[in-house]
């Protein structure tokens, strides 16, 4: 079972849609997670943290549920710029803080 | 600003080749990573510097070497080439390895091993 699970997709949505990626973990002692944001053949960006009480940043909102070992991201009126692949990532605390990537969920916006 | 900058972007080897990629960051980071990420997979670690002179395996080390004789550069190299070592290589950054301390990555290394 991989560390961090994601549903690749893609998903295809208009302009305007409400979308959400789930994306799950294996190891509770995980410390802290995160969505990247990957473009085509580019190099992964942080797009935002995810704190334990769900935070939002403009049209993005994360949520956590370490119970469920279980973190989403919404985005709101998805504009094309949004298309890209979503990385969900989490680190364990330890010698160096491990980051574990999710292999990611395409998201494809259409006009 | 120059953030984390890799050399080469692209390269292709034949089977049994040396190479080296180079990974020079500018924002004075301790900490300094080798990725590598294969389709349908996320990006593994392959080797990690704390900091100057030091080094140490991350998930998937075999068949590569890294060094840290510089506190900006972080080197990796491959010493026999094999076709399992195609892939795309980031090379990424951190001030430490505190959880709120976000890595930044270079813009990555296309290699195809023939």
């Known amino acids: 079972r991989k560390e961090v699970e994601q549903d690749p997709g893609p998903f295809n949505v208009p302009e305007g849609a409400t979308v959400a990626f789930n994306c799950t973990y294996s190891?509770?002692?995980?410390?802290?997670f995160f969505w990247y944001r990957q473009d085509c053949r580019k190099e992964p960006k942080l797009l935002m943290s995810?704190?334990?009480s769900g935070n939002e940043d403009g049209r993005f909102t994360a949520q956590l549920n370490r119970a469920s070992q279980y973190i989403s991201l919404l985005i709101r009126d998805s504009k094309l710029s949004d298309s890209a692949t979503y990385l969900c990532?989490?680190?364990?605390?330890?010698?160096?803080?491990?980051?574990?990537f999710g292999a990611g969920t395409r998201l494809a916006v259409h006009p | 600003n120059a953030g984390v900058t890799q050399t080469p972007k692209f390269r292709v080897l034949k089977t049994g080749q040396s190479m080296t990629l180079l990974c020079a960051q500018d924002?004075?980071?301790?900490?300094m990573y080798w990725y590598r990420q294969d389709p349908g997979m996320g990006l593994r670690l392959i080797h990690y510097?704390?900091?100057?002179?030091?080094?140490a395996k991350g998930e998937v080390p075999d068949g590569y070497n890294v060094s840290r004789l510089k506190k900006q550069n972080f080197l990796l190299g491959l010493e026999s080439a094999a076709p399992s070592q195609t892939s795309v290589y980031f090379c990424?950054?951190?001030?430490?390895?505190?959880?709120?301390?976000?890595?930044?990555f270079g813009d990555g290394t296309r290699l195809s091993i023939l």
């Open positions: 924002m004075n980071h301790e900490y």
């Open positions: 990532v989490v680190l364990f605390s330890g010698g160096y803080n491990k980051l574990i």
């Open positions: 990424a950054s951190s001030y430490r390895g505190n959880s709120n301390q976000p890595q930044h």
């Open positions: 190891n509770s002692a995980s410390q802290s």
């Open positions: 995810v704190y334990s």
């Open positions: 510097s704390v900091g100057e002179g030091t080094t």
